[in-house]
């Protein structure tokens, strides 16, 4: 009977050293860390770099000065790729209504990047 209550008492002593240490040792993954810092070391960023870095999923704004020029934008998904890359998927409207989707990957040493497009679309 007494082993028993050894091995309860060491069990238990186990997992509360595991939840302390756990609760203790909550760090921001590096990647996480790269990307908050890449963000605060580079405002001048473009219109949808900025936007992509701190939008919502769902919300919409509208953008002036970007590379397809004023338009409205939407995040509509945020994943990681198979390479492990942040990824967000924006829905961009032109002012001629042209509607059309673009990838951005977060690199360590560059930040934000939009992605090649394999469609070109509408003709800005």
Same mark, same amino acid.
């Given at each position: 009977?007494? %082993?028993?209550?050894? %091995?309860?008492r060491c069990g238990l002593l186990v997992l509360f050293v595991v939840f302390?240490?756990?609760?203790?040792? !909550?760090? *921001?993954?590096?990647?996480?860390?790269? =990307?908050?810092?890449?963000? =605060?070391?580079?405002?001048?960023?473009?219109?949808?770099?900025q936007y992509v870095a701190s939008a919502r999923l769902g919300e919409w704004t509208s953008l002036a000065g970007t590379? #397809?020029? &004023?338009? +409205?934008?939407?995040?509509? @998904? +945020? #994943?990681?790729?198979?390479?492990? $890359?942040?990824?967000?998927?924006? @829905? %961009?409207?032109?002012?001629? !209504?042209?509607?059309? =989707? *673009?990838?951005?990957? #977060? &690199?360590? &040493?560059?930040?934000?990047? =939009? *992605?090649?497009? %394999?469609? $070109?679309?509408?003709?800005?």
């Amino acid at each position: 009977m007494r %082993i028993v209550s050894v %091995i309860v008492r060491c069990g238990l002593l186990v997992l509360f050293v595991v939840f302390a240490g756990c609760a203790v040792l !909550k760090e *921001t993954p590096p990647q996480a860390q790269a =990307e908050t810092q890449a963000q =605060e070391a580079a405002p001048t960023q473009p219109p949808l770099e900025q936007y992509v870095a701190s939008a919502r999923l769902g919300e919409w704004t509208s953008l002036a000065g970007t590379r #397809y020029g &004023d338009v +409205d934008v939407s995040l509509t @998904n +945020d #994943y990681f790729s198979a390479s492990g $890359k942040r990824c967000r998927l924006l @829905n %961009i409207v032109t002012k001629n !209504k042209c509607n059309f =989707e *673009t990838v951005f990957c #977060y &690199d360590v &040493d560059q930040g934000w990047k =939009e *992605t090649p497009r %394999i469609w $070109k679309g509408c003709s800005n």
